[in-house]
């Protein structure tokens, strides 16, 4: 379980009751900003004072550029300084905080507070993934809308690669989806769209149908 403040647990009951009793009173006012810094102040009286940085701004730039997945060498180039140096203020770094390696070194000084530039990137969201069911009424979908304008072209999806699009444009132009059968009713290509993705178009080039018959 990770805690807002690990550093609470180790308070006697004394210290912990002074302390709740602090952030409850901060936090009985208004939902608003001036709440909020009241909260942050109180939480910055109780809080342990964490040990003085004792790292040079290089070591913290070389520091800050590791927390965010940088390599010796591409933080020798973002720097302005050479690799031999980089790997060298690593293993003194490394020394001063008795730690075994570059990411323990980022853990410590994470943990007091000395990485004071770094930011860390939001988490990338999950891509959504259609199910089978999902898919088949897409395509029934617009295959209905298709065969009601017999040669307009018109994109059906795009793919997250070239194969995918090709073979699902191959599918639809043998029949061999169930919306766009038979075979040879639809045409359909893959290609590169201008935002660098692969997307599939197609177009119905076979007898059009009313309004009220259903797609195969």
């Known amino acids: 379980m990770t805690t807002a403040f690990p550093w609470a647990r180790a308070y006697d009951a004394d210290q912990l009751a002074a302390f709740m009793d602090d952030l409850a009173a901060a936090a009985s006012g208004d939902s608003d900003l001036a709440t909020l810094d009241t909260i942050e102040q109180a939480i ?15 070591q913290i730039d070389i520091l800050t550029e590791s927390a965010s997945g940088e390599t010796s060498e591409s933080t020798a180039r973002t720097l302005g300084i050479s690799v031999h140096t980089v790997k060298a203020t690593k293993v003194d770094l490394c020394a001063q905080l008795q730690a075994h390696n570059i990411t323990h070194a980022v853990a410590v000084a994470m943990h007091y507070g000395w990485l004071t530039d770094y930011q860390a990137p939001p988490p990338k969201p999950t891509p959504r993934r259609r199910g089978p069911v999902a898919n088949r009424s897409s395509h029934a979908a617009r295959a209905s809308r298709l065969r009601r304008k017999p040669g307009v072209e018109a994109v059906i999806g795009d793919y997250s690669s070239r194969n995918t699009a090709y073979g699902t444009a191959r599918s639809i132009t043998a029949g061999e989806l169930n919306a766009y059968a038979p075979a040879g009713d639809f045409e359909a290509r893959a290609y590169l769209s201008r935002s660098r993705r692969w997307a599939v178009a197609a177009r119905y080039v076979g007898t059009p149908t009313t309004p009220g018959r259903p797609a195969s």
């Open 44 to 58: 910055a009286r109780h809080a342990p004072t964490p040990p003085p940085c004792p790292l040079t701004p290089r």
